[in-house]
């Protein structure tokens, strides 16, 4: 049978109406989602796992369902297809729909996670910095003079004294350390675009992560060494750039 039937061009519509319903099931969840999340969001304390917890949840409904619910039509579909004998050539483009759908959920996924994990992050942010005490008077251990410390270090550093000369180790406040994953959820939110881009294409991966590292040595200048490292190590290694 030929693509002018009546019938293959019923199925074909069939297939076309089933994965706008599909699209539009997708925004739905992800919609009705929005306000639980927000409110989740609202209650956050120092730590993300409730939300985290919660995309697991929605992905499940939305992505892993609607993926599967799409390969299974599309297996019908192709044995209503064979049914009518239609040449293959014909067949191939309507599967590439399904797999066009299929992927740009997965891809607003993305986006839509890592836009929730953002929220969550900065509302992590604010009850850090309201809780950590800016003015505290750091002694030395051997003068009990006052010592020039930065509060919001992320990791232990050694301060010398002003006064005697003594060297004191500092350890920051360990919600201080928190901090630094929330720049690791704001660097998310601004590189999703390249990180989408080198799944598809490892040609993309460089540019991935000299801009997800770079905003991070930017906000956390007192981390830079580190996170060039990070940086370094991931652009010499084939495995993740290519070749
Ligand atoms: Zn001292």
């Known amino acids: ?29 992800i919609d009705s989602s929005r306000e639980p999340l927000k409110e989740l969001i609202s209650g956050l304390e120092f730590d993300s796992i409730v939300v985290h917890n919660a995309l697991q949840g929605i992905k499940s409904q939305s992505v892993f369902q609607l993926d599967k619910k799409i390969d ?38 993305e986006r839509f996670s890592v836009s929730i994990f953002a929220d969550a992050a900065r509302q ?9 005490d800016e003015d505290v008077i750091h002694n030395c251990i051997s003068c009990a003079g006052q010592l020039p410390v930065e509060v919001w270090a992320f990791q232990s550093v050694n301060v010398k004294c002003p006064n005697c000369g003594s060297v004191n180790t500092y350890e920051p ?46 906000k956390l200048p007192q981390r830079k060494e580190y996170y060039e ?15």
Request: overall charge negative; aromatic content about 14%.
């Open 124 to 132: 992590i942010e604010k009850n850090i910095r309201d809780v950590v």
């Open 72 to 109: 299974d039509t599309w297996e019908k579909m192709e044995a209503e297809l064979e049914k009518i004998d239609i040449n293959y050539d014909h067949v191939h483009p309507h599967r590439a729909k399904g797999e066009k759908v299929s992927r740009w959920m997965w891809d607003q996924f």
């Open 229 to 243: 490292r990070l940086l370094n190590d991931k652009l010499s290694n084939p495995q993740f750039v290519g070749k």
């Open 1 to 29: 049978m030929d693509t002018n039937s009546p019938e293959y061009k019923a199925l074909i519509e069939r297939w076309d109406g089933f994965l706008e319903k599909i699209k539009s099931r997708y925004t739905e969840v």
């Open 173 to 218: 406040d360990g919600r201080v350390r928190q901090l630094e994953g929330v720049y690791s959820a704001y660097a998310d939110e601004f590189t999703v675009e390249e990180r989408l881009l080198k799944e598809e294409d490892i040609k993309h991966a460089a540019n991935y992560f000299k801009k997800y590292y770079g905003f991070i040595i930017e």
